[in-house]
């Protein structure tokens, strides 16, 4: 798979955006770049972390409550001596690091999964990621470390805490059909979000969502190939 951005993303869904805002922006010290209405009831506000991205969307309304999903906590790199281990007003676990710490330089992601070496065969062979040690992939400045654990298998997208990945790619189609057949499961086939991105998503062997998603504004069309 080929990738637009040398980063991932990461999307979380809220329905109490006040806080979560005040906590991210005042407490995690993130900068919120652009603010997107991606629907009626949905507006997502982007958080720069270095090359990497937090989408917190918005939801209008109330969220049916959902076990946490994969996706257990964020290392973000910060002014601080040592690590700080904070959680957001929704509970999503957030630690604060000074850089190079354990080996990251911007963001990890921390991934509960039932078997991490098939999980990262998964997104080495399916997504594109690269293996840095055992446990440990990169995309670029990104990392993504992965835990054995219980994990809720089949939990929604659109849900309380920390959902998805994001990667953004030069063709949505040709990289859906490509982490499908390297043993993705299909989530979303690929469709147009006004004239923003188009987009799709698929699922890794634990149910994480992934989306694969490709920018106007980084790749400069919006057209399947």
């Known amino acids: 798979m080929r990738f637009a951005k040398d980063a991932l993303d990461v999307g979380l869904f809220t329905d109490h955006a006040a806080p979560m805002l005040a906590f991210w922006q005042q407490e995690a010290g993130l900068v919120c770049s652009e603010a997107l209405a991606l629907g009626e009831d949905l507006t997502q506000h982007r958080h720069a972390i270095g090359a990497s991205v937090l989408k917190l969307n918005d939801v209008a309304g109330s969220l049916t409550p959902s076990a946490a999903g994969p996706i257990q906590e964020l290392s973000i790199v910060a002014d601080v001596a040592e690590p ?120 890794d062997p634990d149910g994480t969502w992934i989306e694969l998603s490709q920018r106007r504004s980084i790749v400069g069309t919006l057209d399947a190939g």
């Open 84 to 203: 700080r281990h904070l959680s957001d007003p929704d509970g999503n676990r957030l630690s604060l690091i000074p850089r190079g710490h354990n080996g990251v330089e911007q963001l990890c992601v921390h991934l509960t999964c039932n078997d991490p070496q098939a999980t990262e065969r998964f997104y080495r062979d399916a997504i594109g990621l690269e293996s840095i040690s055992p446990g440990t992939l990169a995309c670029g400045t990104s990392r993504l470390h992965l835990t054995r654990g219980l994990v809720n298998a089949g939990l929604p997208l659109r849900a309380p805490g920390y959902r998805y990945l994001t990667f953004q790619v030069f063709n949505a189609d040709q990289a859906y059909e490509q982490a499908l057949a390297a043993g993705g499961t299909a989530g979303v086939a690929p469709y147009i979000i006004g004239d923003i991105a188009r987009i799709a998503f698929v699922c």
